[in-house]
């Protein structure tokens, strides 16, 4: 038995400290350096050597027997083949598809976080690769802020570049008074980053705010989504409802006297459309504080007292990403914006508004100082793409028409579907129906580590490498560090990294120097490092050789902006430094999007009722559902790993419950219950707390999904609330998802309760 050996490596949730032996990783823990380490590291030696690790290049066995339509994707066995045999099918597949149908009928918009690592990012290989072969149809946006990343731009500017440009917490600790948080701003959110976060520096610098008395105010249904440490003042409102407080919020500011009319002046366009709008001009509906009560649930005169707290301090708005996957996810946004500028504190030393603290572990607390080298994906030559979240669509309704950012577009003809870095049956709504929408294809296939839900709907399963098999260097998107990522261990089976998968693809298909470039993998790092050492010197910053580095520890770089107060520059001169809306200033009312004549989005912050509750008048379904990001992994990532695990109850995701709820439908602690509603079903396990409010229910996301196509609804054993969500999007003018607004109904689970089955791999079975 060899000694232990400690290297680093690196991921979304941070640095971690690998221990090794005898080619196994032992556990990861947290780097010295992190003041906050998150605990999803300890997934990490569970997954890696799981048993749900796919080891060889897998087929369904109705596809590769020609009878592809015998048993349906989902519920199918598989055979397990050679890489030669696996590769030529593809080659053949690519070939023929491209040759009947052209490329703009393969879709390769694959979504999600992937692994962390600036070489061995699984959707910059993929598209690298097609777009050698000609192009594909992408996705465009994200399923966390995709209404911020759609509506932003026509309201005040880019949402990408404002969350980066974000008031920093350390000036929020020293100017704010009150900072108000629209869907609170939970935690456990910012133990991860896009690319990794090296130091998790959000509960110190929240607790500092506390301790210098800035005061929190929790609009949420969860308390728990504000750290005790806080101390905020919760109210819980009606999901879906914030809008409308937002505007009771507003009514208040400005019937009494409230508002700052020279800041709008200045600073906006289209404050009178709103003005008449929260005046009831046209409906004859005051947007008053006791018509934003009757829907949130809040007591008017607590409404009212907020509206005049938030007048007489410095007071920071946040709008969480959350509050935006709701429907009429823009509409909340746009009117905290609109509430900001009312009250005229935007752009001062902590005031204003954000729209996105907590999505995130460096939102508010770090940024790059230059941007990081990376493999280049090339240039895609087929244009056609479609919003990320309308993946069912496009697959049930091939070549039809919908609304986008004002444009008719048609869905592309997807014959082929090339899925790596991504798990759509963790991320995406309506599980039964994309499990539908996956039968249409002609071949899917699937890059992945484990048997996920995503690789059962596969045709052809490639087994990959995970990030601790290969070497990279770890640099997140909005972080200051850069890590060292040497390869722990070896693949296990026959996984390969995807980047020689791909190379050998390329050269069976004849294009492999167009893909390559003549180069390696190893190449390929050091190239990419020395750019990155190049951006470096241009910077005054100094960064080692390749070798050095990758030997060594990790390397801190200085913060570019400590101090930075989000619109700044535009509050000193508004001229000078426009926005880039169309009017240059922030529009309350946008003309633009008003041209679009959409119902569902007008041209000034609306209210509208959540779909759910507005089509069942009779409550059959009486339950408020939240879903949200859990503390015990990142998405759907690892959920095999022992520290997801040890937080499930009877093996399947908790769902937090009212005390009341339970006792009204006979539940008790640790109970396996049954969530449904008239698209579909779980089992989940039962937490009865106090921290949620009366009439909710909140699931965590990320449980593997986990059909039983023999019980009603094919029955999800595991708790994965997107068998309950429904599919359709915010507004036509983002297309973004809307899982906040779910109502179910509940009972404890009689009879026998089902096992888990989603951390197995599927049945094999000999090919023919």
Same mark, same amino acid.
């Given at each position: 038995?060899?000694?232990?050996?400690?290297?680093?490596?690196?991921?979304?949730?941070?640095?971690?400290?690998?221990?090794?032996?005898?080619?196994?990783?032992?556990?990861?823990?947290?780097?010295?350096?992190?003041?906050?380490?998150?605990?999803?590291?300890?997934?990490?030696?569970?997954?890696?050597?799981?048993?749900?690790?796919?080891?060889?290049?897998?087929?369904?066995?109705?596809?590769?027997?020609?009878?592809?339509?015998?048993?349906?994707?989902?519920?199918?066995?598989?055979?397990?083949?050679?890489?030669?045999?696996?590769?030529?099918?593809?080659?053949?597949?690519?070939?023929?598809?491209?040759?009947?149908?052209?490329?703009?009928?393969?879709?390769?918009?694959?979504?999600?976080?992937?692994?962390?690592?600036?070489?061995?990012?699984?959707?910059?290989?993929?598209?690298?690769?097609?777009?050698?072969?000609?192009?594909?149809?992408?996705?465009?946006?994200?399923?966390?802020?995709?209404?911020?990343?759609?509506?932003?731009?026509?309201?005040?500017?880019?949402?990408?570049?404002? *969350?980066?440009?974000?008031?920093?917490?350390?000036?929020?600790?020293?100017?704010?008074?009150?900072?108000?948080?629209?869907?609170?701003?939970?935690?456990?959110?910012?133990? *991860?980053?896009?690319?990794?976060?090296?130091?998790?520096?959000?509960?110190?610098?929240?607790?500092?705010?506390?301790?210098?008395?800035?005061?929190?105010?929790?609009?949420?249904?969860?308390?728990?989504?504000?750290?005790?440490?806080?101390?905020?003042?919760?109210? $819980?409102?009606?999901?879906?409802?914030?809008?409308?407080?937002?505007?009771?919020?507003?009514?208040?500011?400005?019937?009494?006297?409230?508002?700052?009319?020279?800041?709008?002046?200045?600073?906006?366009?289209?404050?009178?459309?709103?003005?008449?709008?929260?005046?009831?001009?046209?409906?004859?509906?005051?947007?008053?504080?006791?018509?934003?009560?009757?829907?949130?649930?809040?007591?008017?005169?607590?409404?009212?007292?907020?509206?005049?707290?938030?007048?007489?301090?410095?007071?920071?708005?946040?709008?969480?990403?959350?509050?935006?996957?709701?429907?009429?996810?823009?509409?909340?946004?746009?009117?905290?914006?609109?509430?900001?500028?009312?009250?005229?504190?935007?752009?001062?030393?902590?005031?204003?508004?954000?729209?996105?603290?907590?999505?995130?572990?460096?939102?508010?607390?770090?940024?790059?100082?230059?941007?990081?080298?990376?493999?280049?994906?090339?240039?895609?030559?087929?244009?056609?793409?479609?919003?990320?979240?309308?993946?069912?669509?496009?697959?049930?309704?091939?070549?039809?028409?919908?609304?986008?950012?004002?444009?008719?577009?048609?869905? $592309?003809?997807?014959?082929?579907?090339?899925?790596?870095?991504?798990?759509?049956?963790?991320?995406?709504?309506?599980?039964?129906?994309?499990?539908?929408?996956?039968?249409?294809?002609?071949?899917?296939?699937?890059?992945?580590?484990?048997?996920?839900?995503?690789?059962?709907?596969?045709?052809?399963?490639?087994?990959?490498?995970?990030?601790?098999?290969?070497?990279?260097?770890?640099?997140?998107?909005?972080?200051?560090?850069?890590?060292?990522?040497?390869?722990?261990?070896?693949?296990?089976?026959?996984?390969?990294?995807?980047?020689?998968?791909?190379?050998?693809?390329?050269?069976?298909?004849?294009?492999?120097?167009?893909?390559?470039?003549?180069?390696?993998?190893?190449?390929?790092?050091?190239?990419?490092?020395?750019?990155?050492?190049?951006?470096?010197?241009?910077?005054?910053?100094?960064?080692?050789?390749?070798?050095?580095?990758?030997?060594?520890?990790?390397?801190?770089?200085?913060?570019?902006?400590?101090?930075?107060?989000?619109?700044?520059?535009?509050?000193?001169?508004?001229?000078?430094?426009?926005?880039?809306?169309?009017?240059?200033?922030?529009?309350?009312?946008?003309?633009?999007?008003?041209?679009?004549?959409?119902?569902?989005?007008?041209?000034?912050?609306?209210?509208?009722?959540?779909?759910?509750?507005?089509?069942?008048?009779?409550?059959?379904?009486?339950?408020?559902?939240?879903?949200?990001?859990?503390?015990?992994?990142?998405?759907?990532?690892?959920?095999?790993?022992?520290?997801?695990?040890?937080?499930?109850?009877?093996?399947?995701?908790?769902?937090?419950?009212?005390?009341?709820?339970?006792?009204?439908?006979?539940?008790?602690?640790?109970?396996?219950?049954?969530?449904?509603?008239?698209?579909?079903?779980?089992?989940?396990?039962?937490?009865?707390?106090?921290?949620?409010?009366?009439?909710?229910?909140?699931?965590?996301?990320?449980?593997?999904?986990?059909?039983?196509?023999?019980?009603?609804?094919?029955?999800?054993?595991?708790?994965?609330?997107?068998?309950?969500?429904?599919?359709?999007?915010?507004?036509?003018?983002?297309?973004?998802?809307?899982?906040?607004?779910?109502?179910?109904?509940?009972?404890?689970?009689?009879?026998?309760?089902?096992?888990?089955?989603?951390?197995?791999?599927?049945?094999?079975?000999?090919?023919?």
């Amino acid at each position: 038995m060899n000694e232990d050996v400690k290297k680093l490596t690196a991921s979304h949730w941070g640095v971690g400290l690998a221990t090794i032996r005898d080619n196994r990783i032992l556990a990861v823990t947290g780097h010295a350096r992190d003041p906050a380490t998150a605990g999803i590291n300890k997934n990490i030696p569970g997954s890696i050597h799981g048993k749900a690790r796919v080891l060889r290049p897998a087929i369904r066995k109705s596809w590769l027997e020609g009878v592809p339509k015998a048993v349906p994707r989902g519920r199918d066995g598989f055979v397990e083949v050679s890489w030669d045999h696996a590769l030529d099918l593809i080659a053949q597949e690519m070939t023929r598809v491209r040759r009947d149908h052209g490329n703009s009928s393969i879709f390769a918009g694959s979504y999600g976080w992937s692994s962390a690592g600036r070489f061995h990012h699984a959707q910059s290989q993929l598209k690298r690769f097609l777009n050698t072969q000609g192009g594909f149809v992408r996705s465009e946006g994200n399923y966390s802020y995709n209404a911020a990343l759609g509506l932003m731009p026509h309201i005040a500017g880019p949402f990408r570049q404002h *969350v980066a440009q974000a008031t920093r917490w350390t000036v929020i600790a020293e100017h704010t008074d009150l900072v108000v948080m629209f869907g609170g701003m939970a935690l456990r959110n910012t133990q *991860v980053s896009d690319g990794g976060v090296s130091k998790h520096r959000m509960p110190g610098n929240l607790e500092n705010c506390a301790k210098a008395g800035v005061e929190f105010v929790n609009i949420s249904p969860l308390r728990s989504d504000a750290e005790d440490v806080l101390k905020a003042e919760w109210m $819980p409102v009606q999901p879906g409802t914030d809008t409308a407080l937002m505007m009771g919020l507003a009514h208040t500011l400005l019937v009494e006297g409230l508002t700052d009319t020279a800041f709008l002046d200045r600073y906006t366009v289209g404050f009178d459309m709103l003005k008449s709008y929260l005046l009831g001009a046209a409906d004859n509906q005051p947007k008053d504080a006791d018509w934003a009560a009757d829907l949130s649930g809040l007591d008017p005169a607590a409404i009212r007292a907020l509206a005049r707290r938030m007048a007489a301090g410095r007071t920071m708005i946040n709008v969480s990403a959350g509050v935006q996957r709701t429907d009429f996810g823009e509409q909340p946004m746009w009117m905290g914006i609109s509430l900001a500028a009312m009250l005229g504190q935007i752009g001062l030393p902590g005031g204003g508004y954000t729209v996105g603290y907590g999505v995130n572990g460096n939102i508010g607390n770090i940024e790059r100082p230059f941007r990081w080298a990376a493999l280049s994906q090339g240039r895609n030559p087929v244009d056609d793409f479609i919003p990320v979240a309308m993946i069912s669509e496009m697959l049930l309704n091939p070549k039809g028409r919908y609304q986008y950012q004002g444009r008719k577009r048609s869905f $592309p003809d997807a014959r082929l579907v090339w899925w790596a870095g991504g798990n759509p049956f963790h991320h995406h709504q309506d599980l039964n129906r994309l499990h539908k929408a996956f039968q249409t294809p002609e071949t899917v296939i699937v890059n992945e580590m484990n048997w996920t839900a995503t690789a059962r709907h596969a045709d052809i399963v490639l087994p990959i490498a995970a990030a601790q098999e290969r070497t990279d260097f770890g640099a997140g998107k909005s972080d200051n560090a850069l890590v060292p990522m040497p390869q722990l261990v070896t693949p296990p089976g026959e996984a390969r990294v995807e980047y020689d998968i791909y190379a050998d693809l390329a050269a069976r298909l004849g294009r492999a120097d167009d893909f390559t470039e003549g180069k390696t993998s190893d190449a390929w790092l050091r190239e990419i490092w020395d750019v990155t050492r190049a951006r470096g010197q241009e910077n005054g910053i100094s960064l080692p050789d390749w070798d050095s580095f990758i030997a060594g520890d990790v390397i801190d770089l200085p913060d570019p902006s400590p101090n930075q107060v989000f619109l700044a520059d535009f509050r000193a001169d508004p001229v000078a430094q426009a926005l880039p809306t169309p009017s240059g200033r922030i529009e309350i009312f946008s003309e633009t999007i008003a041209g679009f004549a959409l119902p569902d989005c007008p041209g000034h912050p609306s209210w509208f009722p959540p779909r759910d509750r507005a089509q069942d008048p009779d409550g059959a379904f009486p339950f408020a559902m939240l879903s949200g990001q859990p503390k015990t992994r990142l998405h759907s990532q690892l959920d095999n790993g022992a520290y997801s695990l040890s937080h499930k109850i009877a093996g399947r995701e908790p769902v937090l419950i009212h005390p009341e709820d339970a006792e009204a439908c006979g539940i008790g602690q640790g109970d396996v219950v049954e969530l449904f509603n008239a698209r579909g079903r779980c089992l989940a396990g039962a937490k009865i707390t106090d921290e949620i409010m009366q009439g909710c229910v909140f699931l965590w996301t990320g449980a593997w999904f986990d059909p039983d196509f023999d019980a009603p609804q094919a029955r999800d054993r595991h708790g994965n609330p997107n068998v309950l969500t429904h599919d359709m999007r915010t507004s036509s003018l983002t297309q973004s998802p809307a899982a906040h607004s779910t109502m179910v109904q509940m009972r404890r689970f009689e009879g026998t309760v089902p096992a888990i089955q989603a951390h197995d791999p599927p049945p094999f079975e000999p090919g023919t």
